[in-house]
């Protein structure tokens, strides 16, 4: 499948994700009686977006249409998308798709984490490989100092120390697979999202079971509860930092 194919299918896909979120109350719909699934119909969405339900169902569908920007911000108006969400209806919608270029740090870049030792940092790349980290990191997040290119989704999924390590496994897991979500919906059909996407599935029941409820989050920064290896549980600060010549590149530090 080609990646505007796949494009088109991701934003059917999260189309269908929130109008199941919606019921006619929230949108000052009357009520007609039992629904055989759950959401706001296709008919009721179109209505509410000022737009034909045929068209609206091709949509859905992945066809190859064009909304246009106005479509577009009516839908989000009508789905009640918040900033984060509208925006990445907006990428889905675009035709800007490019494929992962091989990810590289300068040296100078790669320095960064050791610069700030001893608080924990490293750098990830769009899929959130480790491309650097420095000593604290590797005692804080033991896993990612494994042999080839370590992954923080994987390793937050198939790495039982992550579950021991973060104090609010559930909550940091489900903030990850949203913002992995976002991540992928930029470059459909990557093979290096696919792969990193097919092997979380295969591997954890966790993200069988929320990656259909297309959570999409795109902060990086907060608080996080973790137990260290020689200071027990202590709480830590992190911010994340895009790279200016490589967006997608963020470094991570954590502070406490």
Do not use: C
């Not at 009721?44 to 992945?62: K, N, V």
């Not at 009516?74 to 919608?93: D, M, V, W, Y």
């Amino acid at each position: 499948m080609s990646a505007p194919a796949m494009r088109r299918r991701e934003l059917g896909a999260f189309l269908r994700s929130r109008r199941a979120r919606l019921t006619p109350a929230d949108v000052g719909l009357p009520g007609t009686g039992r629904r055989r699934t759950p959401g706001l119909r296709r008919e009721e969405l179109a209505l509410l977006a000022g737009i034909s339900a045929t068209w609206y169902t091709y949509l859905e569908q992945g066809r190859d249409i064009r909304p246009s920007g106005q479509v577009l911000g009516s839908l989000a108006t009508a789905l009640r998308l918040s900033e984060s969400e509208r925006e990445h209806l907006l990428a889905l919608a675009s035709d800007s798709a490019t494929e992962l270029a091989p990810e590289w740090l300068p040296a100078q870049v790669a320095a960064i984490p050791g610069l700030v030792q001893p608080n924990p940092s490293y750098i990830t790349g769009a899929s959130y490989d480790v491309l650097a980290r420095n000593d604290a990191a590797d005692e804080l997040f033991p896993g990612l100092d494994g042999p080839g290119v370590p992954n923080v989704a994987r390793w937050m999924f198939t790495d039982d120390r992550a579950r021991h390590i973060l104090v609010d496994w559930e909550r940091e897991a489900q903030s990850l697979l949203a913002r992995l979500r976002v991540a992928a919906g930029r470059h459909p059909g990557d093979p290096r999202f696919t792969r990193l996407v097919e092997e979380l599935h295969t591997e954890s029941a966790q993200v069988r079971a929320w990656w259909p409820r297309y959570d999409i989050q795109t902060t990086r920064g907060g608080t996080k509860r973790l137990r260290h290896p020689t200071r027990g549980r202590i709480t830590l600060t992190h911010t994340a930092f895009h790279l200016a010549d490589a967006p997608e590149q963020t470094l991570v530090i954590y502070t406490g």
